[in-house]
């Protein structure tokens, strides 16, 4: 079966800093997508960055890097240089080669310190 | 980016009573939209694959004569709430996508209040 970890529930990174949240998988699909996706206090799912499980190269979107080690199953997202409006929730997400289905971890709260 | 409202935004109903939820691709067409519910500080959590002119494929554990889903043309999904009980007050959220290796599109998501 498969499933998404995060397991750091909370975390906090100064202003103009970096941080990375931490997100394993576990899939027997040889052919998955890796998404992150940002739930600010709105409510509202924005997308922010996707990885697959055939792509030679990280992701990269702006600020956001995706750090996908494959043998280790893991995609961890880092921000680089924070934003106080990068404080929300951030949820890691795995879809499988045969459905669309996007199940997610658990989330990581982001607080941003001025 | 494609743009997927939901309607109501948030509804308070009375115990017992049913409340239809709507979920609608703007721009473009979905032939599967997703159904999630989340309380309050946990994740999403899939509940329905909402499939255009097919029944709905519901995930283990989620009751499918309580969530009745609707799918009936490439732009709309409903989700009904039967019989709502206070236990079923949460945040409904819906999603569309063209493939599972592209983005997903969400709602804004519709807060349920059941006293």
């Known amino acids: 079966a498969q499933k998404i970890t995060q397991t750091q529930p909370g975390m906090f990174v100064q202003e103009k800093e970096a941080v990375t949240l931490d997100c394993t998988y576990d899939?027997?699909?040889?052919?998955?997508?890796l998404f992150w996706y940002k739930q600010p206090s709105s409510g509202e799912m924005i997308f922010l960055i996707y990885q697959g499980s055939y792509d030679q190269q990280n992701a990269t979107e702006g600020r956001y890097s995706l750090n996908f080690q494959k043998a280790r199953k893991s995609a961890n997202l880092v921000i680089s240089a924070s934003q106080l409006g990068d404080s929300a929730m951030y949820f890691c997400?795995?879809?499988?080669?045969?459905?669309?289905?996007?199940?997610f971890g658990s989330g990581t709260r982001l607080l941003v310190r001025p | 980016g494609a743009v997927v409202s939901q309607h109501p935004s948030w509804v308070i109903c009375k115990s017992g009573t049913s409340v239809k939820i709507e979920c609608r691709s703007l721009d473009f067409q979905a032939t599967t939209m997703f159904w999630y519910r989340q309380f309050p500080k946990q994740s999403l959590m899939l509940m329905a694959t909402?499939?255009?002119?097919?029944?709905?494929?519901?995930e283990q554990g989620v009751e499918k004569d309580k969530f009745l889903i609707n799918h009936a043309s490439l732009t709309l999904s409903t989700l009904t709430v039967t019989s709502a009980h206070p236990e079923d007050s949460s945040f409904y959220i819906c999603?569309?996508?063209?493939?599972?290796?592209?983005?997903?599109?969400f709602g804004p998501g519709t807060r349920l209040t059941v006293l």
């Open positions: 997400g795995l879809t499988m080669d045969s459905s669309y289905k996007l199940i």
């Open positions: 909402s499939n255009e002119g097919s029944k709905a494929t519901y």
């Open positions: 999603s569309a996508g063209t493939g599972p290796y592209n983005e997903q599109f």
């Open positions: 899939t027997s699909d040889p052919s998955y997508g």
